[in-house]
């Protein structure tokens, strides 16, 4: 949205193509025109073939001068369409999921689809030097279209610390992430019960929306399975997240792979000690004893010594970490950084 907010201020025309859902009618609100597009989940290469079809009408239809593709479909069918359609397109790998995660015949497939639809992107941006890396090491995509950026980037204004720094009582651990289990979910529940068979009275709160359509999704059932147990309690989905993690003393990630994860730049820029695992993506954004810890990749055991670490660290050493997140935030991770990025990369594409 800040980017948006940035492109409209520059006079550009902005339209927002997405299948339609509940924020659809917030992005006419702040000034898009939009058009809705059906995009399925699944791999299902008949029905992505159609996708491929539609984009390239929407394009033709809408004629932009540039597209800004983001998530595995658009940076892949997008890009094939906008080749098709004579329009410049820049690419945003934001993360890669499970493709990179789980090694199957989907995997296979969808590194073929990288390397074929790859060739068509004007600009590449990638939110971490490991997944840059990796698309170049498989030659997925040329050097010199590629940047990094920070993330998505991090709105300082809207994600602010408290005036002064309070540790509750009970102590509040927080994970904010879809319900997959690629985010490490399965790892946050066993890690908590530890934690709590040691520090009773401890509060672990999950937020984030279950996506059972998901090949790493986790299922209702589960999750229901879990809150029985009196372990997490599940704080369901909210768009005032700022709000939940003013309430937490420790925002928890132990995703097995990220982009630049939004929540940890959330968290961090509202001053709040972090716990993820050292993967890529995580890593850009907690350093090892200056504002958090970093767990071992799909280890609830080593998930729990660290959340227990962090409950015994004093007030003082808390307050530290804290301040450390916001420093990185400003220094590192201002959303005007990744807007400055993306202006420059749009006049180099279109020459306006």
Not at 87 to 96: E, F
Not at 243 to 257: E, G, I, K
Not at 283 to 290: D, L, T
Request: hydrophobic letters at 40%.
């Amino acid at each position: 949205m800040s980017l948006i907010k940035a492109l409209l201020a520059e006079g550009h025309e902005v339209v927002a193509m997405a299948p339609e859902d509940a924020y659809s009618g917030r992005l006419v609100a702040a000034g898009c025109r939009f058009v809705a597009v059906r995009m399925e989940q699944g791999t299902n290469p008949f029905e992505d073939l159609q996708l491929t079809w539609r984009l390239y009408q929407k394009y033709k239809q809408v004629k932009p001068d540039v597209v800004l593709h983001y998530t595995i479909k658009p940076n892949i069918y997008g890009a094939v369409a906008a080749h098709w359609a004579g329009i410049p397109a820049i690419n945003n790998v934001s993360g890669l999921g499970t493709v990179f995660i789980t090694s199957d015949y989907i995997s296979r497939i969808a590194l073929r689809l990288y390397k074929f639809a790859f060739r068509y992107p004007a600009k590449v941006f990638f939110q971490n030097q490991d997944d840059r890396r990796l698309f170049l090491r498989n030659n997925l995509v040329r050097t010199g279209i590629t940047e990094v950026l920070p993330g998505s980037g991090i709105n300082l204004q809207e994600f602010v610390p408290a005036a002064a720094y309070k540790r509750h009582e009970p102590f509040v651990f927080l994970m904010v992430a879809r319900v997959l289990y690629d985010k490490g979910v399965a790892e946050f529940v066993k890690a908590s019960k530890q934690v709590q068979e040691k520090c009773p009275g401890v509060k672990c709160q999950l937020l984030g929306q279950v996506d059972e359509r998901s090949r790493s999704g986790v299922k209702r059932r589960q999750l229901e399975e879990w809150l029985a147990t009196g372990v997490i309690e599940y704080l369901g989905t909210t768009d005032e997240v700022a709000a939940v993690v003013r309430n937490a003393d420790c925002v928890v990630l132990p995703s097995y792979r990220e982009g630049t994860p939004r929540t940890l730049l959330e968290a961090a820029a509202m001053a709040k000690p972090l716990i993820a695992t050292n993967v890529p993506g995580c890593r850009e954004v907690v350093q090892q004893g200056v504002n958090g810890y970093l767990c071992r990749v799909r280890s609830a055991e080593d998930l729990a010594n660290k959340m227990t670490q962090m409950l015994q660290l004093p007030d003082e050493e808390l307050e530290r970490m804290g301040k450390a997140s916001r420093q990185l935030a400003v220094t590192r991770f201002d959303d005007r950084i990744v807007i400055r990025k993306y202006l420059q990369a749009i006049k180099e594409v279109t020459g306006l």
